[in-house]
């Protein structure tokens, strides 16, 4: 019985090794899959962390750019708020003249077609309403919320 015992328990023992090999091969295998998977995540990390750093500085230049485009909005209305109370002006003048111009029409100064010049004023020019209130946002939160 020992000789066979022997030999059974040889090949009980072949057999176990073998299955421990091949359980050994395909860890192996696997381990190797997981690497290459794992090396793709990294991969894919990085390019969306370069990709959200590119994404934070246009961000940034977007609000600069906003910002100088509602400072540039603000000095336009500026601008034209000046040019409307010029144009007041240039109307009141234009009245008074009108006005300066019939009495002087009644008292007999001028000739007709003189004080009928002065008695057509120019047409009041439309008064632009130009406010540029909070109408430009600031990407300020946006470039924040990227850089966390």
């Known amino acids: 019985m020992g000789f066979r ?6 090949a009980a023992a072949s057999n176990t090794a073998s299955m421990v090999v091949m359980n050994v091969r395909m860890v192996s295998g ?4 997981m ?3 794992i090396s793709e995540v990294k991969t894919c990390v990085q ?16 609000s600069e750019r906003i910002g100088q485009l ?3 909005v603000d000095r336009i209305a500026s601008t034209a708020e000046l040019i409307n109370k010029i144009a ?3 109307n009141m003048l234009s009245l ?5 111009a019939a009495r002087a029409r009644r008292a007999g100064a001028l000739p007709w077609s003189r004080a009928k010049s002065r008695l057509c004023p120019n047409r009041r ?3 632009p309403k130009i406010s540029t209130g909070n109408y430009v946002p600031s990407a300020r939160p946006t470039a924040n919320w990227l850089r966390r």
């Open 96 to 100: 008074n003249a009108t006005i300066e």
């Open 35 to 37: 690497l290459r998977a």
């Open 5 to 10: 015992q022997a030999e059974e328990d040889s």
């Open 47 to 62: 390019q969306s962390q370069e990709a959200s750093v590119q994404a934070t500085a246009q961000t940034d230049q977007t």
């Open 88 to 90: 007041q002006e240039t």
């Open 30 to 33: 696997m381990m190797g899959e």
């Open 125 to 127: 020019p439309r008064q």
């Open 70 to 72: 509602g400072r540039a």
